[in-house]
Structures are given as C-alpha cells and as structure tokens.
C-alpha cells in the first residue's frame, strides 16, 4: 500500500514521493528539476490552455526543448518513488516506466506535426495519450522476459 501512495504522489508532482519515503535530498531535487522544467517550458500555461480547448496556443508558447527533459524525468521520479517504497520487486518492473518515458518523449516530439482524425492535440494531450501504449507495451514486454526467464 505504501508503495501505491508514493507512486500516486509522484505522479501529482515528482519529488512528493520521495519526500513521503524520507528521501529529503532526492525529492528536493526533483521538486527543483521539476520547478526549472515547467518554467522554462512554459509547462504549466500550456497545460491551461490545452485544457481549454486551445491546443494551437498551447502548441505555439510551449518551449519543446526545455519540455523534452520533463517525461524521463517524471516517469523516473515515480519509479524511484515507487521502488523505494517497497514497490517494483518483481524482474523487469521498470520497462513499464522505461517504455511510457520513451512514448512520452517521441509523443512530445511529434505532437505539433499530428492530427488524429482531424484533431490537433497538442504538446499536452498528445504525450499524454502516448502513456497507453508505453504503458502497455512495457507490460507486455515484462510479461514476455519473465516467461522467457
């Protein structure tokens, strides 16, 4: 159960795990990279605006290369908050972690070329929608290791 609660406080704000797993320097830190990111990326405001429907706007004030730290940084902050909480014993638990950072990133990276069915998502809604297959594939990719194993 601990281990569930410090991965949901990740995933509010990376470094909250940490701190709720008495990991003070590493949840300062994270908390810090994640201040430094969201500012510099104008994060937070692309986040308004793309829940506001205005995707476009959000697509065109977002810093993509600041933007592109913040998914490894984020899926790793809940790992190591996780982990540390007891979380993660079984092999190969990381790859769903590992898996949606790298969909996350490429997401990002082409979320202001993609339309799905005519709808632009944006720097927000399409990385977001890109956790689905990362997750899944990171799954199916630890299932298969351990069958393998």
Known sequence: MKAIEALL?????????QLLNKKYIKGILFIA??????????????IRLSFLGRTDEAARIVDIGWLMFYPCLYFF???????????????????P???????VTVGLIY??????GGV???PIWLPILSVIPGLSIGWLLQFL?????
Request: aromatic letters at 22%; hydrophobic letters at 50%; glycine letters at 10%.
């Open 77 to 95: 902050a809940i790992w190591d908050a996780f982990k540390d909480a007891g979380g993660g014993r079984t092999p190969y638990s990381f790859l």
């Open 111 to 116: 979320s202001s070329h993609v339309t799905i």
């Open 145 to 149: 290791l351990l069958k393998w194993k």
């Open 33 to 46: 990279l994640e201040f430094v990111i969201n500012t510099q990326s104008q994060f937070n405001e692309a």
């Open 120 to 122: 632009f998502f944006g």
């Open 9 to 17: 406080w990740s995933i509010a704000l990376p470094g909250f795990g």
């Open 97 to 103: 972690f590992v898996v949606s950072a790298y969909f």
